[in-house]
């Protein structure tokens, strides 16, 4: 089945309350792809969310925690996650192979590890004031790609990276492996005091090979949150049309 343009978007359950939660759920379950569970959410709703989520027509979960800890502890906390009802997790991919392969053995194959590469709200500032070596702050395109091969290496679905690597990840581990790219915002709603820095439109995100595009403030804060979706929907869908 051809994949269209709601089929793009995972929608971040980013709210304080698990009724906001559910609500919104209700709201876009026919008009987003995926919703995505953070950590914040879950410490405050836990696994009850997740399943109440999946339970819901057509709505898959993407529980995004970004594991990172010992081999063992990450094994463990896979196999967790791998008991729910998930589609994809991720993990970072700042640590050891050996992690990595932890996390592939925990999730029994039941859900797709996505690896975090370097997060859209890190600029190459940020890397070298953390002590990096200067070939890989100044060029955060090689310390993804790098990331992003250790992650296919070890057995994972894909990476969670910024649209502006898709292509390159697509061009070097090929298009079967999953970039997944938050940093998402429709074109003149890339506002003051966003953390997000390394950011693309949907369009120019699906244009450079992203297969899922994670967008949660342009459609939370919209008068019409099923409108904006639907919008944004429209205009991945006059991309992959073309």
């Known amino acids: ?9 995972v929608f971040p359950l980013d709210v304080d309350h698990e009724s906001e939660a559910k609500q919104l759920v209700g709201r ?3 008009h987003v792809g995926m919703f995505k569970i953070g950590l914040a959410v879950f410490i405050r709703h836990g696994p009850p969310l997740v399943t109440w989520v999946a339970s819901q027509a057509g709505a898959k979960v993407f529980l995004d925690l970004k594991l990172h800890d010992i081999p063992a502890t990450v094994s463990q906390a896979m196999r967790g996650i791998a008991a729910l009802d998930v589609a994809l997790t991720t993990v970072h991919c700042g640590e050891s192979p050996a992690m990595l392969a932890a996390a592939v053995e925990g999730s029994q194959g039941k859900v797709g590890l996505l690896g975090v590469t370097v997060l859209t709200s890190v600029s190459a500032q940020d890397l070298t004031a953390a002590g990096y070596r200067e070939n890989r702050s100044h060029d955060l ?3 993804v790609l790098h990331r992003a091969s250790l992650a296919k290496s070890a057995g994972f679905s894909g990476v969670v990276c910024s649209g502006h690597e898709a292509a390159l990840i697509k061009n070097r581990l090929g298009s079967p492996f999953l970039t997944v790219t938050p940093g998402i915002r429709p074109a003149g709603e890339q506002g003051a005091g966003d953390d997000q820095r390394r950011v693309m439109t949907p369009a120019q995100a699906v244009a450079q090979g992203a297969d899922l595009l994670v967008i949660g403030r342009p459609i939370r804060d919209a008068p019409d949150p099923a409108a904006a979706a639907q919008h944004i929907a429209m205009e991945i869908d006059a991309i992959i049309d073309a």
């Open 1 to 9: 089945m051809k994949k269209c343009g709601k089929d793009y978007i």
């Open 28 to 30: 876009l379950r026919e």
């Open 141 to 143: 395109t090689e310390l």
